[in-house]
């Protein structure tokens, strides 16, 4: 079964706008990543939030943390057409797994 | 660095042949991971490397696959016979230190099974 699931399962938007997507999850973690992956290649690892953060900034990107609630969120400003592919998040809980969601789809138009 | 390495990008081969798909990893990462990525299940783990010993290999679908790594540059995932069931993107990926640290994919190969 899958430990994090990210929603919307797809998202379109235009140039320009801020892109929003969530990740939730089950049980207590010790780390969330967020990955990238463009259609046809490997993923791309963004960014790593331990379960003691809260927020996390990396360029445009901006994730936060909520283990009350057990949710992550991507925020994408300023989006740019570059940043169509498909985004997951991962975690890894006290039982020594690593999940990753099933994705989000992010088409971004020009 | 190349990154990781992956080989062949693309694979055609039919029912019941043997596969074996090639991966290198980034040098000085002692944690090598194979996945598998379909469309139905998403990006699963088949089995994960440390220091060249296999760790965990719970998400193994069935003794068809099978997994080596002899040294530490060097890993490959086998499937003996081949089912049109395997078809999918496997994705070879390594990381340092932890096994929960930034994981660095390979560009996968997209094995069909006719």
């Known amino acids: 079964s899958q430990q994090g699931e990210e929603d919307p399962q797809a998202l379109s938007i235009q140039e320009g706008e801020n892109a929003t997507m969530n990740c939730s999850y089950k049980t207590s973690i010790n780390n969330l990543q967020w990955y990238r992956q463009n259609s046809g290649r490997g993923l791309v690892h963004l960014i790593l939030?331990?379960?003691?953060?809260r927020e996390k900034h990396s360029g445009r990107l901006r994730v936060t943390l909520d283990t009350s609630k057990k949710s992550s969120s991507l925020l994408i400003t300023a989006s740019r057409a570059a940043d169509t592919a498909s985004y997951f998040c991962?975690?890894?809980?006290?039982?020594?797994?690593?999940?990753f969601g099933a994705g989000t789809r992010l088409t971004v138009k020009p | 660095d190349a990154g990781v390495i992956q080989s062949p990008r693309h694979e055609v081969t039919e029912m019941g042949q043997e596969v074996t798909l090639r991966c290198k990893p980034i040098s000085g990462h002692d944690y090598l991971f194979w996945y598998r990525q379909t469309m139905m299940r998403g990006l699963e783990l088949l089995i994960y490397f440390n220091n060249n010993v296999p760790i965990d290999d719970s998400g193994m679908p069935e003794d068809r696959f099978s997994a080596k790594m002899p040294n530490a540059s060097f890993s490959t995932l086998k499937i003996q016979p081949s089912e049109p069931r395997d078809s999918a993107v496997y994705f070879c990926?390594?990381?340092?230190?932890?096994?929960?640290?930034?994981?660095?994919f390979g560009p996968g190969t997209r094995l069909t099974v006719t």
């Open positions: 991962a975690t890894d809980d006290n039982n020594n797994d690593m999940r």
């Open positions: 939030i331990r379960s003691n953060e």
């Open positions: 990926a390594s990381s340092f230190g932890d096994r929960f640290n930034e994981q660095y």
